[in-house]
Every structure is written in structure tokens, then in C-alpha cells.
């Protein structure tokens, strides 16, 4: 069972098109963390959020906390083949035990 | 800045056998976190070390071991493979582990035939 649950599990859009991918825990992080993952390599960090409520954009990605710091969401305006990977959430316990949700698998397609 | 380096990158073994990892963290980061990622589990947290100690412990079977050395580098070790232990393992590593995300290293694809 995974502590964090990442909806949907696939995507697959058209270049141009806005998506949002969800990350939900009936736990509480005192922090959480968004990656992406390209075939072969490992995850690289995208953003961490701290503060429930709290905002953060990033380009053409926006990411949001939940008021409960319980749940982040990703959103990814007019998307391009580049944005095409696996994201990632993960949420931070207080000792150093970051857990992974399974992932969104993103393909963008010219 | 030099990236987490993680070593080998591929390796094949044959079930039985042992099996050690390599990572080295970026400097002055203490923390580094070891997870095994398969197609059908995603990314599974098998333990955390932090100054030498073990602070964290995932769910896996004694048969998957580490150590932390005092200039942070970390190995982990697997006996006795099974197939099921085919995997990318992925090293990370932080400052403190808490509230700060982690650096990744490229992995080690390790195929147990």
C-alpha cells in the first residue's frame, strides 16, 4: 500500500495542453517534494513546499500544498514534449524517511 | 558541484550470490537514503543513514544491509540474491534528510539471473 497515491498513473496529451496530476496521504508531511524521472536515470528534485496553503510556480509548473499538508498538486501549462516523464511526489517525515508515490507516467505529444 | 555518484552502473549476478553498492554523496551532505525502484512497486525506501547511523529502516529482509563511512560515502549490500532483487537502485543524498529534497544519483541497475 503506498502512503502517497498519484492520480491519474498515465497521461498522455497533445503539446499545447494544461494537465494537473494529484499526490494525496491521509498523513501529514512536514514537507513534500515533486521529481521527475526520465528513463534510466534517477528522480531530480523539481520543488519542495513547506507551508500548507503555499504556492510555487516554476515556469510553466505550478504546484500547490494543501492547506492540511496532506495532499499537492502539479500543474503544467501548455505542455511540450520536454515535460514528458515520470513525476514523482514524495513526502518528508521528521527523521530523515522520504516515501515515494507510485507516479504519473507523462508523455506529450508533438 | 560534483553530483551523487553512484557505482557500478549495470552489474549482472547469479542468485546465491552477494552483492555490494556504492554511492558517494555531494559533499558536506550527511544524509543518504538508498531505494530499490521496480516497474510494479515504484520507488521503495530501504534505509537512511546519517552520520554514520542508521536512522531509518524500510520493510525489506535482513538480506539488505548498509554502512555509512565518516566522509559520508555509503555502501549497501544484498546477500543471497534472488531474482526478485533485479532492480534500479537509486542512492540520495541531503544535507539533513529533513525538509529538504534530495539529490539522486544515476543508480545501479542490478540483474539477478
Known amino acids: 500500500t503506498q502512503l502517497l497515491e498519484q492520480s491519474p498513473q498515465f497521461l498522455s496529451i497533445q503539446e499545447g495542453e494544461n494537465l494537473t496530476v494529484y499526490c494525496n496521504s491521509s498523513s501529514v508531511f512536514s514537507s513534500l517534494q515533486w521529481y521527475r524521472q526520465e528513463p534510466g536515470e534517477g528522480p531530480v528534485l523539481l520543488v519542495t513546499?513547506?507551508?500548507?496553503?503555499e504556492v510555487k510556480k516554476l515556469k510553466r509548473l505550478t504546484f500547490q500544498f494543501g492547506d492540511a499538508r496532506k495532499d499537492s498538486s502539479l500543474h503544467i501549462t501548455a505542455a511540450q514534449p520536454g515535460d514528458t516523464g515520470l513525476y514523482l511526489c514524495a513526502g518528508g517525515g521528521v527523521t530523515g524517511d522520504m516515501r515515494f508515490g507510485a507516479g504519473t507516467r507523462l508523455t506529450v505529444k508533438p | 558541484k560534483a553530483g551523487v555518484t553512484q557505482t557500478p552502473r549495470y552489474l549482472i549476478k547469479t542468485r546465491g550470490q552477494q552483492v555490494t553498492l556504492s554511492c558517494s554523496p555531494i559533499?558536506?551532505?550527511?544524509?543518504v537514503s538508498w531505494y530499490q525502484q521496480t516497474p510494479g512497486q515504484g520507488l521503495q525506501f530501504l534505509f537512511e543513514y546519517f552520520s554514520e547511523t542508521q536512522r531509518n529502516k524500510g520493510n525489506f529482509p535482513g538480506r539488505f544491509s548498509g554502512r555509512q563511512f565518516s566522509n559520508s560515502r555509503s555502501e549497501m549490500n544484498v546477500s543471497t540474491l534472488e531474482l526478485g532483487d533485479s532492480a534500479l537502485y537509486l542512492c540520495?543524498?541531503?544535507?539533513?534528510?529533513?525538509?529538504?529534497?534530495?539529490?539522486f544519483g544515476s543508480g545501479t541497475r542490478l540483474t539477478v539471473v
Open positions: 559533499s558536506g551532505h550527511r544524509s
Open positions: 513546499v513547506v507551508t500548507g496553503g
Open positions: 540520495a543524498s541531503s544535507i539533513t534528510g529533513t525538509g529538504h529534497g534530495y539529490t
